[in-house]
């Protein structure tokens, strides 16, 4: 349900293995990517439930994050945690000053046209893409039509206001293009 809070949010993924002393490499999600070394206790999804794991050394690598997980001293056995999910639970996030928003929040949301209150679907993921995110927009129960769109997240320019308590985000977005 829009507005609704998850208690865990992913903050990071492991990719592969490191080395031969059962380290990993990590793709973070967080910004900046360094902030993932803040988090030592996490959860991984591993057959289909969340587990505790604890990153008992992590440090920066080139571009991306090599780390330990504390009891994994094998290339073999940190190979199956490659492809997993880290994640920690959501009030461990720092705080956001008013006009920011983590991406979580932001899915679920019904997305309204600002100029005549339509509505174009809702929020079902976002995208990096390096310039600026985008918004992925999936028709719904209600919507205009059943297009999906993709909306840049450049607030003031396309991106109105965003009442999460009323699960709403307002679009300057011509429902045509």
């Known amino acids: 349900m829009a ?21 990993v490499k990590i793709h973070s999600f967080t910004q900046p990517m360094q902030n993932f070394l803040d988090y030592s206790h996490c959860q991984v999804r591993k057959n289909g439930r969340w587990q505790e ?10 571009k991306g994050i090599v780390a330990h997980i504390k009891g994994v001293d094998d290339r073999e056995l940190a190979r199956d945690y490659c492809g997993l999910e880290l994640s920690v639970a959501v009030d461990e996030l720092p705080a956001l000053q008013d006009d920011e928003f983590y991406w ?3 899915v679920g949301l019904a997305v309204y ?3 005549d209150d339509q509505l174009l679907g809702k929020v079902d993921h976002l995208i990096e893409t390096g310039a600026n995110d985008v918004l992925v927009v999936k028709p719904c129960a209600g919507s205009i039509d059943d297009r999906e ?3 840049p997240y450049l607030p003031g ?3 109105g206001a965003i ?4 699960g709403r985000l307002a679009v300057e977005w011509d429902p045509e293009f």
């Open 3 to 23: 507005g609704e809070t998850p208690s865990r949010v992913v903050i990071a993924k492991i990719t592969t293995v490191y080395g031969v002393k059962g380290w």
């Open 149 to 151: 769109r993709l909306i």
């Open 104 to 106: 979580h929040q932001l």
């Open 157 to 159: 320019q396309y991106i």
């Open 53 to 62: 794991l604890e990153i008992d050394q992590s440090r920066i690598h080139g």
């Open 113 to 115: 046209t600002s100029r």
């Open 163 to 166: 009442e999460l308590d009323e």
